[in-house]
């Protein structure tokens, strides 16, 4: 027993001076990483505890209450759940009714990790329920914010939004305030989905400003990918550049962890946008080759699939793109991720059209469609716009094409970059001439993104390729 408490002592030693600078924080791991057969030997020891040897249970509780940092490098996020788990059974066997709320906030966020969103959901609503019955804020904050975030991975942004704002309410309610930053970077995402890129923009800084305070390195780096994704919508491909590169300079130290494969795709995004399409491939290879090395949430996986498809599709190999992006495809259904099937089906619109299979283009488009509808966000639905606007001008129906043109016009701020190529405008004048083209873009100022997809789905069922 004393020689595990030694072992703990080390885990909780390295946490403790990971949080007094970058110096600390590397000595530190490098100490952990000097004795972790011997943390992972006992801490498995600790396991087979017994009813009559309590003292053993308690030891194994502790080594997942340890503060997280250090064991998300060290472990993958399954053996981390595992760990987890195994704890979670030890406090309920022996009614350690706080540390069983700590433990089911540990599964249930390791389970979001992993993208198993029932099983998260589950943990959360059992952390409710004991968090409700111990007048516990801080539990109940905490299953807010899984709530929220299983929701946002779901697609349904109103919810998890609802979910954000009572978790801040809870958290404020007890005064955690350290607890808050996280949920900041949930409401930036849900804002950045929603097109909304500038408040999106304040939530991500805030959670950056407020990592740094604490000198959360990981936090930090999580704080410069959301960054970089931001600047992107936004444009601005230098300072996307730039927080990407911050993500990367955290995360290499911390060696093949989860938080490499996020930064090295947010730097590969923004090479791709800069133009630097081979640096952009080599950085998705890594990151994708990294992710299923320490098996990476799904997400992941095929976020960097899409990328790397859209940075060989600029290089003109129609070919491997589309398969790129059907590998994507395949990981985005296989754990259901409504937003990344979306994407993916949208981008294989214009892949297909290059590869002239107008087939292939309708019925990726109708998924995308209905996708859109299902999400309703100005940012899907102008995406879905872009991609039927493409399709209907590969048929040569110019017209119609421009009557939705002057819809897009108003619209494309909610355009994050894309394969829509903007200068479908200036062909679309030479082809109508300006005056016909004029006319029909004074149409579409009458439309609406919410009226212009159910109508487009119409068509696309009505108009039947022979």
Request: aromatic content about 10%; overall charge negative.
């Amino acid at each position: 027993h004393r020689l595990v408490q030694h072992y703990l002592d080390k885990l909780k030693q390295a946490e403790t001076a990971s949080r007094r600078g970058h110096e600390n924080y590397t000595h530190s791991l490098k100490l952990v990483r000097r004795d972790w057969e011997q943390i992972k030997r006992w801490q498995a020891w600790s396991v087979n505890w017994k009813a009559e040897d309590p003292r053993r249970a308690q030891l194994c509780i502790a080594f997942s209450l340890v503060p997280p940092d250090i064991l998300r490098i060290q472990l993958t996020p399954a053996e981390q759940l595992k760990w987890a788990q195994q704890a979670l059974r030890a406090a309920r066997q022996f009614h350690e009714n706080e540390s069983e709320r700590l433990l089911l906030y540990q599964v249930a966020f390791i389970s979001l990790t992993i993208e198993a969103l029932d099983q998260g959901e589950a943990y959360a609503q059992q952390l409710m329920e004991r968090a409700q019955a111990a007048h516990d804020s801080l539990g109940m904050g905490r299953a807010w914010y899984i709530l929220g975030t299983a929701s946002f991975t779901r697609g349904n942004f109103d919810r998890s939004e609802a979910c954000y704002t009572e978790s801040i309410r809870q958290f404020e309610a007890c005064h955690a305030v350290e607890e808050i930053p996280i949920v900041w970077r949930g409401m930036g995402r849900v804002l950045q989905f929603r097109g909304d890129y500038p408040q999106a923009q304040t939530y991500h800084q805030q959670y950056l400003n407020a990592s740094a305070a604490t000198g959360n390195e990981q936090g930090m780096l999580d704080a410069h990918v959301s960054l970089s994704g931001i600047f992107l919508a936004l444009r601005d491909y230098l300072a996307a550049e730039h927080h990407a590169q911050l993500a990367l300079g955290l995360a290499r130290p911390l060696g093949k962890s989860r938080f490499l494969a996020p930064a090295l795709f947010s730097m590969a995004h923004a090479q791709k946008w800069l133009g630097q399409y081979e640096n952009a491939c080599v950085y998705y290879e890594e990151g994708i080759e990294v992710a299923r090395l320490i098996a990476s949430a799904p997400s992941s996986i095929a976020n960097g699939l899409y990328g790397l498809g859209q940075a060989i599709y600029f290089q003109g190999d129609y070919t491997a793109a589309l398969s790129r992006f059907e590998e994507a495809l395949h990981v985005a259904y296989s754990a259901n991720l409504t937003f990344r099937i979306f994407q993916i089906s949208n981008d294989m619109v214009f892949v297909h059209l290059a590869r002239g299979e107008q087939v292939a283009a309708r019925a990726r488009l109708q998924e995308a469609l209905d996708i859109a509808q299902k999400l309703g966000t100005p940012q899907f639905l102008t995406k879905a716009l872009a991609a039927s606007m493409s399709l209907w001008n590969h048929q040569g129906n110019s017209e119609q094409v421009a009557v939705w043109a002057g819809l897009l016009k108003r619209h494309t701020h909610h355009l994050p970059p894309s394969l829509f190529n903007l200068n479908l405008y200036e062909h679309l004048e030479w082809e109508l001439g300006a005056e016909r083209y004029h006319a029909a873009l004074e149409r579409g100022t009458a439309l609406t993104l919410e009226n212009a997809i159910p109508e487009i789905l119409l068509l696309l069922q009505q108009d039947h390729l022979p």
